[in-house]
């Protein structure tokens, strides 16, 4: 099992921060705290603004279909950030000094706690506000120097501003500091974790911070199951997509090491039937197309996403049925070997003690003498009799397969101390529909 979960690759090569602005929020109002940077050649405001205008741009000129606006509010001379303050305010100093040597800016950012947005299985809660605070401690060049090729090592600012906004708008990093990350295509993202100096490359969004930014903003498209997508084997789960785009078409694969296509007119949807028992995970490529953005494909993997289950058996086990052993006085231990085998195919175990050598609801023993009969859910119970004599055992074992029951009848006796004897008694497996009709008190699930 574990092989193949290693096997497959992510679902998506960048990250999200988890934070998104609906879409009422556009054009992003944001304003600007203008200061020297220390350690940088001194700018005027009005230059230190356009570097951030430029750097807002930079996203919709990369991803036109990701539908990104910004607006400029006006300028704000404040010693230190104000989270709460509903204003997403450009830092061009780390006034207080608060940041590490070595971080170039950090975006801080507070949501209203909403999350309003589910994509890909993950919530999206709204930005309140987000303010982006550059470090003076840092040498930062401009894109016109740097493009000159007058650089000595300085950051490029405007890829970094490009980075930090990217983050305001809920992009994390394609990849992180010490992550084994040996796609070519994540290390030249803008929302690479770092930027080298002298470097312009960030001002330019590529294809994975692009793909990164349409999955939350623009075009894109995902699967889901339609139909249950646990219950009894054979299991046929219908997948549909959905997308404000046209599904030209996808390729599959439903874990059972098969694959499939879905093509137009009907891209969009495509029904599996799983044959086995088993925990599936369900991948797709999902070509979509659009007006603005073109044809565009999107991967998506579901981990663990199918659970078919073959009716649990419980007399499964090397020594065939469930067991029990006395082991001391009127105390019996149950032993059970019920397969277990695939993860949530039992889901439930109850056991029922019946006096006398039948299932008879009026005679399920009643341990704790409250004058009602007392099943028992544990996976291998130990049952202090409340006497010598028959009884009947019978074990109900549920999950999405359905429901099965087996029993067992003992003759107990009281043994002395220390002795013990095997179970002796006849065992027989019953159907679920027999187990329901003789005992009202059988573990019944049902699945939506
Ligand atoms: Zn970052």
Not at 323 to 342: F, H, K, P, Y
Request: net charge negative.
């Amino acid at each position: 099992m574990l092989g193949v979960l290693l096997l497959l690759s992510p679902a998506f090569a960048w990250e999200h921060t988890g934070w998104y602005w609906p879409s009422e929020s556009f054009p992003l109002a944001w304003y600007f705290d203008p200061d020297p940077l220390e350690d940088s050649l001194p700018l005027d405001a009005d230059v230190q603004r356009a570097i951030i205008q430029t750097s807002w741009e930079n996203w919709p000129e990369a991803a036109p279909c990701a539908g990104l606006s910004d607006e400029y509010q006006g300028d704000v001379n404040i010693e230190s950030r104000d989270g709460d303050d509903l204003r997403s305010t450009f830092h061009w100093e780390d006034e207080l000094d608060e940041q590490e040597t070595g971080t170039l800016a950090v975006t801080y950012t507070t949501t209203n706690g909403r999350g309003t947005k589910t994509a890909n299985g993950k919530v999206y809660f709204e930005v309140r506000d987000s303010d982006i605070v550059f470090n003076n401690d840092v040498d930062f060049g401009t894109t016109e120097d740097i493009g000159a090729g007058i650089c000595n090592g300085e950051s490029p600012v405007e890829s970094v501003a490009t980075h930090e906004i990217g983050h305001l708008l809920g992009l994390a990093h394609s990849c992180e500091d010490g992550a084994a990350c040996t796609d070519l295509d994540l290390q030249e993202a803008t929302m690479y974790w770092a930027a080298s100096g002298c470097d312009l490359s960030g001002n330019t969004p590529n294809s994975d911070d692009i793909t990164s930014i349409n999955a939350v903003y623009g075009v894109f498209g995902s699967f889901e199951a339609t139909t249950p997508r646990s219950g009894p084997a054979p299991l046929d789960v219908t997948f549909a997509i959905t997308s404000e785009a046209d599904v030209v078409s996808a390729s599959w694969q439903f874990g059972d090491l098969t694959t499939g296509e879905s093509v137009a007119p009907t891209a969009d949807i495509i029904t599996h039937t799983y044959e086995k028992s088993g925990s599936y995970s369900v991948s797709a490529d999902i070509v979509l197309n659009d007006p603005i953005c073109g044809t565009t494909t999107y991967p998506q993997t579901e981990i663990g996403y199918v659970l078919a289950c073959t009716e649990p058996v419980p007399e499964a086990g090397a020594d065939g049925f469930f067991q029990l052993q006395a082991s001391d006085g009127l105390r019996w231990q149950v032993i059970n070997r019920t397969d277990m085998g695939t993860y949530g195919c039992v889901d439930t175990i109850q056991w029922e003690v019946y006096e006398g050598s039948k299932v008879d609801p009026a005679k399920l023993v009643d341990f704790d003498g409250d004058g009602e009969g007392d099943p028992i859910g544990a996976f291998a119970p130990i049952i202090d009799f409340p006497a010598a004599g028959t009884y009947t055992v019978l074990m109900n074992v549920g999950g999405p397969g359905g429901l099965s029951a087996g029993s067992l009848t003992i003759d107990v006796v009281e043994l002395g101390d220390g002795s013990t004897v095997a179970g002796c008694g006849t065992s027989t497996p019953i159907t679920a529909a027999a187990a329901s009709l003789a005992g009202l008190l059988a573990v019944r699930r049902r699945r939506s």
